[in-house]
Nanobody
Framework: QVQLVESGGGLVQAGHSLRLSCAAS?????????VAWFRQPPGKEREFVAA????????DYGDSVKGRFTIDRDNAKNTAWLQMNGLKPEDTAVYYC?????????????????????WGQGTQVTVSS
């Protein structure tokens, strides 16, 4: 069973940056699956943020974060990151790391939470204006 643990959330002012981490353990090798980030603002549905293939060569981003957020990974460290620059108050949410079972490429509907089998517990990001 793959376990995902997010960290790095916090309270920041608008315009500042944060880097979230997603540490994986157990189950399949980290390099055998894609990784994604979702977020859930207060009172709203879970929203796709970014996804990365097993090699890191392919990435995909939600429209609201393109050009500001960057997803990357290091398979040797079993870790993926989400670098968030130019944060805005509307980025306030609980951020979740997710992984699909046995899908190394981004050849599925990356924005659909139903495609993911493993989820972390989430980390809170709050951006003040």
């Amino acid at each position: 069973q793959v376990q995902l643990v997010e960290s790095g959330g916090g309270l920041v002012q608008a315009g500042h940056s944060l880097r979230l981490s997603c540490a994986a353990s157990g189950g399949r090798a980290f390099s055998s699956y894609a990784v994604a980030w979702f977020r859930q603002p207060p009172g709203k549905e879970r929203e796709f943020v970014a996804a990365i293939s097993w090699t890191g060569r392919s990435t995909d981003y939600g429209d609201s974060v393109k050009g500001r957020f960057t997803i990357d990974r290091d398979n040797a460290k079993n870790t993926a990151w989400l670098q968030m620059n130019g944060l805005k108050p509307e980025d306030t949410a609980v951020y979740y790391c997710a992984a699909p079972r046995a899908r190394p490429l981004l050849d599925y509907d990356v924005a659909s939470p139903d495609e993911y089998d493993y989820w972390g517990q989430g980390t809170q990001v709050t951006v003040s204006s």
